[in-house]
């Protein structure tokens, strides 16, 4: 009864973790192809504005935990799909009503408003069908858009700037904006051939849909403050560095923190969290036991060997991959794989916390590594004036997040035990 969850898991999480190496790989081709012809100045301010708008709409992605918990308890997929779209429908126009002229009028970046639009609507749609797939559970869908969309993206660049003759940067935002809609529409027609569209309408807030929306409210926060932590980073590189550092981290340092957060994080929440979550519910705890064993260990060998390899070859790695105007990334990645492991262990223990339906916790949790990134940076200011305080920052708030969410964790265990015991003498 209860090893079909643990097989589940872990098979869903290694499929995703192949469907997103194959993202990986052909997204960093992409990019490293691109930083060897197009201007650093001009790929850092395309990220930076991609940064911005996935900012605002990227919150809405917090709500798939909620969506998962509250849909597996409840199995009300039409109110809590409904509620979802109204959602992102505000926080669309919030983000085509003040984010947007923010970019174009406070910052100054010289990009084409229709451009700005069209990557405002093409995520939002992204954001709204990634997050039905995630609630319906539907895995072989999610993993095949992973790597369908980076692929999509560099054909419509090729078909953009060769055939079209666009500029670089124009090919680089109406690529990411086709390749959203292609997305979106693909993730939609696989999910109508398994399950109906639900009807838009009026939403019934019974206690379990406020208690839904209490938990979105919260989850979304919590996924703002972890966009936010990457992306103080980037604002502490743009107030006390040079462009060229602030090339340094978002041409090579973000992305690959990226592509290991797609490749070994993401997947916990979107494979892990809906498991751990019906194992709640139906209280198979030995389940998890095996779960957290696993991914424990598993997490322990992938950090080890990111840690080992950027010991011996971060300067010939960077080297090989990236023009040698990016030689000074190399520390900064290094310093980057000593606390990845933290972050692994830590999307464990904020799936756990999640799947018992403590939306707060998990909240403040994400709060005290957003307060710790910003102390430790200030912190190490007064010692060294080296780029790399940014990268230790960063891995100090992962830290204090691990310790933190280690805690609650250890209590939920206790919890269970008690319960058990209690069970077993009556």
């Known amino acids: 009864m209860t090893e079909p969850s643990f097989n589940r898991a872990k098979d869903a999480f290694i499929k995703a973790i192949w469907a997103t190496l194959a993202s990986v790989s052909l997204g960093l081709a992409f990019k490293i192809w691109l930083a060897q012809w197009v201007a650093k100045s001009d790929l850092a301010l395309y990220h930076t504005v991609v940064d911005i708008i996935s ?31 109204y959602s992102l429908i505000t926080m669309v126009l919030f983000t085509w009503g003040l984010v947007l002229p923010y970019i174009k009028h406070q910052l100054n970046i010289d ?35 992973t790597w369908i969309e980076p692929l999509v993206q560099v054909l419509l660049f090729l078909v953009c700037y060769y ?17 959203n809609f292609a997305v979106a529409s693909f993730m939609f027609i696989q999910r109508r051939k398994q399950i109906a569209t639900t009807p838009l309408g009026p939403v019934q807030l019974d206690p379990d849909m406020r208690n ?75 389940q998890i036991a095996l779960i957290r064993r696993w991914f424990f260990r598993f997490s322990f060998a992938v950090s080890g060997a990111f840690i080992i390899s950027l010991v011996l070859f971060s300067d010939e790695l960077v080297a090989i991959v990236f023009p040698e105007t990016y030689a000074n990334a190399a520390p900064i990645l290094l310093h980057f794989a ?30 005290l590594g957003v307060g710790t990134l910003l102390a430790m940076f200030y912190i190490l200011r007064l010692f060294t004036d080296n780029v790399v305080a940014v990268i230790l920052a960063l891995g100090f708030g992962y830290v204090s997040m691990f310790i933190a969410s280690s805690i609650i964790e250890r209590r939920l265990i206790k919890q269970h035990r008690e319960n058990a015991t209690l069970n077993n003498q009556h």
């Open 55 to 85: 900012m605002s709409l990227i919150l809405l992605s917090g709500f798939r935990a909620s969506m998962v918990v509250s849909f597996s308890q409840t199995k009300n997929d039409a109110d809590i799909t409904n509620i979802f779209r």
């Open 111 to 145: 990009v084409e408003y229709i451009q700005l639009v069209g990557v405002i609507l093409g995520m939002g749609f992204k954001v709204y069908f990634t997050n039905q797939i995630g609630m319906y559970r539907l895995y072989d869908i999610a993993n095949k858009t």
């Open 163 to 179: 055939l079209l003759a666009q500029t670089a940067m124009a090919s680089l935002f109406y690529s990411l904006i086709l390749s």
């Open 212 to 286: 839904f929306v209490k938990k979105s409210v919260m989850s979304s926060l919590e996924m703002g403050a972890s966009i936010l932590m990457v992306y103080i980073t980037v604002l502490l590189t743009i107030g006390y560095f040079t462009i060229d550092e602030l090339g340094d981290f978002q041409v090579v340092v973000r992305p690959i923190l990226a592509y290991f957060t797609m490749l070994f994080v993401f997947p916990v929440y979107r494979y892990i969290l809906p498991e751990l979550a019906q194992c709640i519910r139906n209280q198979e705890h030995q």
């Open 338 to 367: 000593l606390f990845f492991g933290f972050m692994m262990l830590n999307a464990y223990q904020i799936a756990y916390i999640k799947s018992h339906g403590h939306f707060l916790q998990s909240l403040m949790i994400r709060i």
